[in-house]
Protein backbone atom coordinates (compact mmCIF):
# COMPACT_ATOMS: atom_id res chain seq x y z
CA UNK A 1 0.00 0.00 0.00
CA UNK A 2 1.43 3.09 -0.90
CA UNK A 3 0.85 6.75 0.01
CA UNK A 4 -0.52 8.24 -3.15
CA UNK A 5 -2.72 5.48 -3.35
CA UNK A 6 -4.42 6.35 -0.29
CA UNK A 7 -3.91 9.95 -1.46
CA UNK A 8 -5.68 9.11 -4.82
CA UNK A 9 -8.33 6.87 -2.30
CA UNK A 10 -9.88 9.55 -0.46
CA UNK A 11 -10.38 12.07 -3.07
CA UNK A 12 -12.07 9.61 -4.61
CA UNK A 13 -14.16 9.16 -1.53
CA UNK A 14 -14.63 13.08 -0.99
CA UNK A 15 -15.99 13.31 -4.50
CA UNK A 16 -17.76 10.25 -4.80
CA UNK A 17 -17.20 10.38 -8.36
CA UNK A 18 -13.73 9.03 -10.98
CA UNK A 19 -13.75 11.50 -13.24
CA UNK A 20 -14.02 14.57 -11.05
CA UNK A 21 -11.40 13.25 -8.50
CA UNK A 22 -9.02 12.38 -11.73
CA UNK A 23 -9.22 15.80 -12.81
CA UNK A 24 -8.75 17.42 -9.24
CA UNK A 25 -5.62 14.90 -9.19
CA UNK A 26 -4.11 15.73 -12.58
CA UNK A 27 -4.76 12.50 -13.42
CA UNK A 28 -6.31 10.25 -16.51
CA UNK A 29 -9.42 8.36 -14.98
CA UNK A 30 -8.02 5.30 -16.30
CA UNK A 31 -4.71 5.76 -14.51
CA UNK A 32 -6.48 6.50 -10.95
CA UNK A 33 -9.47 3.68 -11.48
CA UNK A 34 -5.78 1.39 -11.87
CA UNK A 35 -4.52 2.53 -8.35
CA UNK A 36 -8.23 1.87 -6.36
CA UNK A 37 -8.44 -1.35 -8.56
CA UNK A 38 -5.07 -2.72 -7.26
CA UNK A 39 -5.49 -1.11 -3.76
CA UNK A 40 -8.80 -2.94 -3.53
CA UNK A 41 -6.66 -6.47 -4.64
CA UNK A 42 -4.11 -5.78 -1.92
CA UNK A 43 -6.78 -5.48 0.82
CA UNK A 44 -9.16 -8.54 -0.73
CA UNK A 45 -12.25 -5.89 -0.64
CA UNK A 46 -14.06 -3.56 -2.99
CA UNK A 47 -13.88 0.14 -1.57
CA UNK A 48 -16.75 1.39 -3.88
CA UNK A 49 -20.05 0.68 -5.42
CA UNK A 50 -19.05 1.75 -8.31
CA UNK A 51 -22.07 3.27 -10.50
CA UNK A 52 -22.52 6.31 -13.39
CA UNK A 53 -22.72 9.07 -11.41
CA UNK A 54 -21.65 8.52 -7.89
CA UNK A 55 -19.51 6.10 -6.02
CA UNK A 56 -20.13 5.74 -2.72
CA UNK A 57 -18.11 4.02 -0.11
CA UNK A 58 -18.57 0.90 0.85
CA UNK A 59 -18.48 -0.51 4.89
CA UNK A 60 -15.03 -1.64 4.19
CA UNK A 61 -14.34 1.92 2.25
CA UNK A 62 -15.43 4.11 4.66
CA UNK A 63 -13.29 1.83 7.58
CA UNK A 64 -10.33 2.38 5.59
CA UNK A 65 -11.08 6.04 4.78
CA UNK A 66 -10.99 6.87 9.15
CA UNK A 67 -7.82 5.10 9.07
CA UNK A 68 -5.96 6.77 5.50
CA UNK A 69 -7.28 10.44 6.70
CA UNK A 70 -5.07 9.72 10.11
CA UNK A 71 -2.31 8.20 8.43
CA UNK A 72 -1.46 11.18 5.91
CA UNK A 73 -1.80 13.61 8.52
CA UNK A 74 0.43 11.76 10.21
CA UNK A 75 3.07 11.78 7.24
CA UNK A 76 2.51 15.56 6.65
CA UNK A 77 3.37 16.26 10.39
CA UNK A 78 6.51 14.35 10.02
CA UNK A 79 7.79 16.00 6.84
CA UNK A 80 7.12 19.48 8.28
CA UNK A 81 8.82 19.08 11.42
CA UNK A 82 11.84 17.03 9.53
CA UNK A 83 11.66 20.34 7.54
CA UNK A 84 11.77 22.51 10.40
CA UNK A 85 14.65 20.81 11.97
CA UNK A 86 16.80 20.33 9.25
CA UNK A 87 16.68 24.01 7.88
CA UNK A 88 13.71 26.35 10.00
CA UNK A 89 12.42 26.74 6.33
CA UNK A 90 8.55 26.02 8.34
CA UNK A 91 7.49 25.47 11.48
CA UNK A 92 5.10 27.26 14.32
CA UNK A 93 6.91 28.60 17.87
CA UNK A 94 3.80 29.95 20.33
CA UNK A 95 5.40 31.78 23.32
CA UNK A 96 4.04 32.19 26.43
CA UNK A 97 5.43 35.02 28.89
CA UNK A 98 4.17 37.01 31.96
CA UNK A 99 3.86 41.15 31.02
CA UNK A 100 6.99 42.19 31.92
CA UNK A 101 9.24 39.70 29.79
CA UNK A 102 7.08 40.07 27.03
CA UNK A 103 7.14 44.00 27.31
CA UNK A 104 11.10 44.47 28.14
CA UNK A 105 13.05 41.07 27.36
CA UNK A 106 11.65 39.31 23.90
CA UNK A 107 11.45 42.37 21.50
CA UNK A 108 15.46 41.46 20.83
CA UNK A 109 15.16 37.88 20.87
CA UNK A 110 11.82 37.88 18.69
CA UNK A 111 13.27 41.02 16.37
CA UNK A 112 16.47 38.29 16.23
CA UNK A 113 14.57 35.21 15.16
CA UNK A 114 12.21 36.98 12.69
CA UNK A 115 15.12 38.44 10.65
CA UNK A 116 16.96 35.10 10.54
CA UNK A 117 14.38 32.97 10.39
CA UNK A 118 11.28 35.29 8.53
CA UNK A 119 9.35 31.86 7.15
CA UNK A 120 9.01 30.29 10.78
CA UNK A 121 5.74 31.57 12.60
CA UNK A 122 5.95 33.37 15.68
CA UNK A 123 2.83 33.63 18.29
CA UNK A 124 3.24 35.63 21.15
CA UNK A 125 0.60 34.90 24.30
CA UNK A 126 0.94 36.53 27.49
CA UNK A 127 -0.41 36.11 30.94
CA UNK A 128 0.09 35.55 34.63
CA UNK A 129 3.13 32.67 35.55
CA UNK A 130 0.07 30.28 36.49
CA UNK A 131 -1.76 31.19 32.91
CA UNK A 132 1.69 30.43 31.36
CA UNK A 133 2.51 27.38 32.98
CA UNK A 134 -0.55 26.10 32.25
CA UNK A 135 -0.33 26.87 28.24
CA UNK A 136 2.59 25.20 28.43
CA UNK A 137 1.94 21.77 29.98
CA UNK A 138 -1.83 21.89 27.68
CA UNK A 139 -0.01 22.38 24.18
CA UNK A 140 -1.23 25.71 23.84
CA UNK A 141 2.50 27.49 23.99
CA UNK A 142 5.94 25.41 22.97
CA UNK A 143 7.28 26.87 25.89
CA UNK A 144 6.97 30.18 28.19
CA UNK A 145 8.98 32.72 30.43
CA UNK A 146 7.22 32.90 34.19
CA UNK A 147 8.21 33.55 37.55
CA UNK A 148 8.94 30.66 39.97
CA UNK A 149 7.94 28.61 41.86
CA UNK A 150 5.79 26.61 39.66
CA UNK A 151 3.00 24.36 41.38
CA UNK A 152 3.21 21.30 38.46
CA UNK A 153 5.59 18.81 37.74
CA UNK A 154 5.01 18.09 34.63
CA UNK A 155 7.29 21.62 33.18
CA UNK A 156 11.06 21.30 33.05
CA UNK A 157 12.47 24.57 33.86
CA UNK A 158 15.89 26.17 33.64
CA UNK A 159 17.37 29.72 35.43
CA UNK A 160 16.75 32.87 33.33
CA UNK A 161 17.62 36.12 35.55
CA UNK A 162 17.07 36.61 39.47
CA UNK A 163 15.42 40.04 39.03
CA UNK A 164 15.76 42.38 41.58
CA UNK A 165 12.39 44.58 42.69
CA UNK A 166 12.76 48.36 42.70
CA UNK A 167 10.64 51.06 44.49
CA UNK A 168 8.51 53.37 41.61
CA UNK A 169 8.11 56.84 43.21
CA UNK A 170 6.33 60.12 41.10
CA UNK A 171 9.42 62.41 40.03
CA UNK A 172 8.27 65.10 42.60
CA UNK A 173 7.84 62.89 46.14
CA UNK A 174 9.79 63.33 48.56
CA UNK A 175 12.16 60.19 47.99
CA UNK A 176 12.71 60.62 44.66
CA UNK A 177 16.22 62.75 45.08
CA UNK A 178 17.24 60.15 47.58
CA UNK A 179 19.53 56.66 47.20
CA UNK A 180 18.82 53.12 48.03
CA UNK A 181 15.44 52.80 50.92
CA UNK A 182 14.57 50.28 52.77
CA UNK A 183 10.92 48.27 52.28
CA UNK A 184 9.80 49.80 56.06
CA UNK A 185 10.15 53.46 55.10
CA UNK A 186 6.99 53.26 53.13
CA UNK A 187 5.01 51.99 55.33
CA UNK A 188 2.89 55.50 55.51
CA UNK A 189 2.72 55.52 51.51
CA UNK A 190 -0.11 54.16 49.28
CA UNK A 191 0.36 51.64 47.25
CA UNK A 192 -0.22 51.23 43.19
CA UNK A 193 -0.11 47.55 42.92
CA UNK A 194 0.56 44.97 39.72
CA UNK A 195 -1.38 42.39 40.00
CA UNK A 196 -0.11 38.88 39.05
CA UNK A 197 2.61 36.80 41.12
CA UNK A 198 4.40 40.04 41.50
CA UNK A 199 1.48 41.45 43.77
CA UNK A 200 2.00 38.26 46.55
CA UNK A 201 5.41 39.04 47.00
CA UNK A 202 5.14 42.81 47.36
CA UNK A 203 2.97 42.43 49.46
CA UNK A 204 4.52 39.40 51.40
CA UNK A 205 7.13 41.38 51.83
CA UNK A 206 5.63 44.42 53.22
CA UNK A 207 4.23 42.25 55.51
CA UNK A 208 7.22 40.50 56.50
CA UNK A 209 8.83 44.10 57.25
CA UNK A 210 6.15 45.08 59.62
CA UNK A 211 3.18 46.95 57.64
CA UNK A 212 0.07 46.05 55.33
CA UNK A 213 0.21 48.62 52.66
CA UNK A 214 -2.01 51.14 51.76
CA UNK A 215 -3.56 50.23 48.56
CA UNK A 216 -4.82 52.95 46.55
CA UNK A 217 -5.21 50.69 42.88
CA UNK A 218 -4.75 47.54 42.05
CA UNK A 219 -4.21 47.29 37.87
CA UNK A 220 -2.90 44.11 35.53
CA UNK A 221 -1.30 47.03 33.52
CA UNK A 222 1.99 47.88 33.70
CA UNK A 223 1.54 51.33 32.01
CA UNK A 224 -1.27 52.08 34.15
CA UNK A 225 0.98 51.50 37.04
CA UNK A 226 3.30 53.77 35.55
CA UNK A 227 1.11 56.42 34.72
CA UNK A 228 -0.63 56.45 38.44
CA UNK A 229 2.65 56.40 40.27
CA UNK A 230 3.58 59.42 38.14
CA UNK A 231 0.11 60.99 39.00
CA UNK A 232 1.27 60.91 42.12
CA UNK A 233 -1.58 58.12 43.64
CA UNK A 234 1.08 56.03 45.33
CA UNK A 235 4.15 54.26 44.88
CA UNK A 236 5.10 50.94 43.79
CA UNK A 237 7.22 47.76 44.29
CA UNK A 238 7.72 46.31 40.70
CA UNK A 239 10.20 43.50 39.01
CA UNK A 240 12.96 45.95 37.58
CA UNK A 241 12.02 44.80 34.16
CA UNK A 242 8.08 46.30 34.83
CA UNK A 243 9.99 49.61 35.85
CA UNK A 244 12.12 50.14 33.41
CA UNK A 245 10.62 51.89 30.83
CA UNK A 246 8.60 54.24 33.48
CA UNK A 247 9.43 57.99 31.15
CA UNK A 248 10.64 61.12 33.20
CA UNK A 249 7.36 61.34 35.31
CA UNK A 250 8.73 58.22 37.73
CA UNK A 251 12.21 57.70 39.29
CA UNK A 252 13.38 54.03 40.22
CA UNK A 253 14.82 53.71 43.38
CA UNK A 254 16.56 50.63 44.49
CA UNK A 255 15.56 48.72 48.10
CA UNK A 256 18.36 48.37 50.79
CA UNK A 257 19.69 45.11 51.46
CA UNK A 258 19.00 42.31 51.68
CA UNK A 259 16.58 43.39 49.15
CA UNK A 260 13.57 41.86 47.13
CA UNK A 261 14.14 39.53 44.07
CA UNK A 262 12.45 37.01 41.42
CA UNK A 263 13.38 34.40 39.60
CA UNK A 264 12.64 33.83 35.82
CA UNK A 265 12.59 31.22 34.52
CA UNK A 266 12.20 29.46 30.78
CA UNK A 267 9.58 26.29 30.82
CA UNK A 268 9.08 23.38 28.45
CA UNK A 269 7.30 20.38 28.62
CA UNK A 270 8.74 17.54 30.40
CA UNK A 271 9.34 14.32 28.41
CA UNK A 272 8.37 16.03 25.09
CA UNK A 273 10.86 17.00 22.41
CA UNK A 274 11.10 20.72 21.22
CA UNK A 275 11.50 21.09 17.51
CA UNK A 276 13.99 22.56 15.85
CA UNK A 277 12.39 26.34 15.76
CA UNK A 278 11.51 26.00 19.40
CA UNK A 279 14.66 24.96 20.66
CA UNK A 280 16.40 27.76 18.61
CA UNK A 281 14.09 30.42 19.53
CA UNK A 282 14.81 29.16 23.45
CA UNK A 283 18.18 29.22 23.20
CA UNK A 284 18.51 32.69 21.54
CA UNK A 285 16.48 33.55 24.82
CA UNK A 286 18.42 32.04 27.30
CA UNK A 287 21.61 33.92 25.45
CA UNK A 288 19.82 37.60 24.94
CA UNK A 289 19.02 37.44 28.55
CA UNK A 290 22.82 36.56 30.45
CA UNK A 291 23.73 39.34 27.82
CA UNK A 292 21.58 41.68 29.71
CA UNK A 293 21.99 40.52 32.79
CA UNK A 294 25.63 41.26 32.42
CA UNK A 295 25.22 45.00 30.78
CA UNK A 296 22.22 45.70 32.51
CA UNK A 297 21.99 46.60 36.67
CA UNK A 298 20.28 43.03 36.75
CA UNK A 299 21.63 40.34 38.83
CA UNK A 300 22.58 37.20 37.37
CA UNK A 301 20.76 33.89 37.03
CA UNK A 302 20.77 31.83 40.59
CA UNK A 303 22.07 28.86 38.70
CA UNK A 304 23.87 28.33 35.40
CA UNK A 305 21.26 25.01 34.36
CA UNK A 306 21.04 25.53 30.52
CA UNK A 307 17.82 25.50 28.65
CA UNK A 308 15.95 21.90 28.21
CA UNK A 309 17.11 19.97 25.64
CA UNK A 310 14.29 16.81 24.49
CA UNK A 311 13.32 14.53 26.81
CA UNK A 312 13.85 16.07 30.63
Known amino acids: M ?46 FDRGRRESPLTAAGKVLAERAEGLLEGVES ?4 VLDVVGLRSGRVVVGAIPSVSACLLPPVVAGFRAKYPQVELVLVEGTSELVAEWVENGRADLGVVQLPIATQRLASADLLCEPFVVLVGA ?38 GFAPKIACETGELETVRSLVGAGLGVALLPQLAARRS ?28 TGATEVFAQRLVETTRRAAKGAPLLPAASDSSYPRGPQ
Open 172 to 209: GHGLAGGGPIALADLAGEPFVVYKGRAREVALAACLAA
Open 78 to 81: ARRA
Open 2 to 47: ELYQLHSFLEVARTRNFTRAAERLHIAQPALSEQIRRLEEELGARL
Open 247 to 274: GGECVCLPLKPPGLTRQLALVTPRGREL
